[in-house]
Structures are given as C-alpha cells and as structure tokens.
C-alpha cells in the first residue's frame, strides 16, 4: 500500500479505516484497519479500479452506485484542480479503456464530490459494516477517514485480527 521509500503524508488515524488518496485515486498510504477492512480486493492501491474492475466490488459494496459516482466525482475534481490533473487525467484514461460503465458514467454523469457521506459494505467475515465517512483535500491529496457508527464500532476492533 505504501509508495516506496515514502513516508506517510499525512496523519492517519489509528482505530478508524483511514487512506489518503492522489489525484488519479491511487493509494498512497493507508492505515491496517483500512487494508483489512478492504481485504476482498485483490489490489487495494487504486479505488477507481477496485470500484470499476475488481469483482469483489459486486458484493462488498452496499450501494456500489453511490461509490461509481464518488469515483466519478473525485476525478472531475481532480481533473479541475491545476496540481491534480496529470494524474486524474491518467486515472480517467485507463478506467475508460478499460470499464465500459465507467465510460457511460464518465461521458453523461457530472457530480459533485460529497466530503461527508455514508460508506455502507458488506465484509466476507464481519458482514455489513456502515461508517459515516470524510473526505478532506489537502496539498493535492485525499484523506478519507471511515468513521465507525455504533452497531459498527462494536466489530471494528475484530479487523485487527485480519491481514492487514
């Protein structure tokens, strides 16, 4: 999950599923609770592909088209940021190769990026898990902490116990 030789850019959070984000929506740190909570996925390091490609995506989101248009979202609003815009192009580009639905989406859809909404999945061993999530820009990168709600908060501590 980590960039080589990087160190992390921004802090996380130790007990909330946290990552911080580039432009083109690829991972540059993230925190163990966030690696195991998306331990379905086969590559973790880039969530436009992990929301478009992965087949995992299918079951593990909850409302999988509120994360197609947060995907669709975040690169719009990488795209129009001046010290983003290489890298969402690049993101834009491939997803577009190689999602037809991303395709569609990208060619009709313009939303706006929702800095604070709720991210709701279904995990292989804790089953359905709801955090109510924040996006916050900082110096070209996205940080996202998943916090916990009540009936969640109670299994969160589990992931612990998951590779990580």
Do not use: C, K
Not at 21 to 49: C, K, T
Not at 93 to 118: M, N
Not at 148 to 153: D, E, I, K, V, Y
């Amino acid at each position: 999950m980590h960039a080589p030789n990087a160190r992390p850019v921004l802090p996380l959070p130790e007990h909330e599923p946290a990552v911080v984000l580039d432009g083109g929506l690829l991972v540059v740190d993230a925190n163990r609770r966030w690696r195991s909570l998306h331990l379905p996925f086969a590559d973790r390091s880039d969530v436009g592909r992990m929301v478009f490609r992965d087949p995992a995506a299918a079951t593990f989101f909850v409302n999988r088209r509120h994360e197609e248009y947060d995907v669709v979202a975040a690169l719009l609003d990488g795209i129009g940021t001046e010290h983003t815009r290489e890298a969402a192009q690049a993101a834009v580009r491939d997803l577009r190769e190689e999602s037809p639905h991303f395709d569609a989406l990208w060619g009709g859809l313009r939303v706006r990026q929702r800095l604070v909404d709720t991210y709701v999945v279904r995990h292989p061993d804790l089953g359905e898990l709801t955090f109510d999530r924040r996006t916050a820009r900082h110096d070209g990168l996205l940080l996202r902490v998943a916090t916990p709600r009540p009936a969640t908060s109670r299994l969160l501590p589990l992931l612990d116990h998951l590779p990580g």
